[in-house]
């Protein structure tokens, strides 16, 4: 499956995007019910190494953008630090996955 801005933010959480994640965050080329393979999108703890892989990668400002922008399509009052901070496992793993797209674009 090509990834593309739509396919990835219309993904449920779950081993698909998690396997993903593994691939294209991490390198890793996990099936999708291998037993290594992380809850990335599930797990809060497992979304956290997501995040800290994109700072690794000097992809956190890309990263954050894209978060804001999931959560800003999803609430309509806008978002604030408060939401940033307590985004959902699934909409940090699309970040991710939408920031590594974009810097591959270049």
């Not at 993904?11 to 396997?19: F, I, S, V, Y």
């Not at 995040?51 to 978002?79: A, P, S």
């Not at 920031?99 to 674009?105: C, G, H, T």
């Amino acid at each position: 499956m090509k990834l593309t801005r739509e396919s990835i933010i219309s993904m449920e959480p779950g081993r698909e995007l998690d396997a993903l994640v593994a691939a294209n965050v991490f390198g890793w080329h996990y099936g999708t019910y291998h037993p290594e393979l992380r809850h990335y999108s599930t797990d809060i703890s497992a979304a956290w190494e997501v995040e800290e892989k994109m700072d690794t990668d000097e992809l956190f400002w890309r990263y954050t953008n894209h978060v804001k922008k999931i959560l800003l399509q999803q609430r309509e009052d806008g978002v604030n630090e408060y939401h940033l901070m307590h985004a959902p496992a699934d909409v940090r793993c699309k970040a991710a996955l939408l920031a590594k797209l974009e810097a591959d674009e270049e």
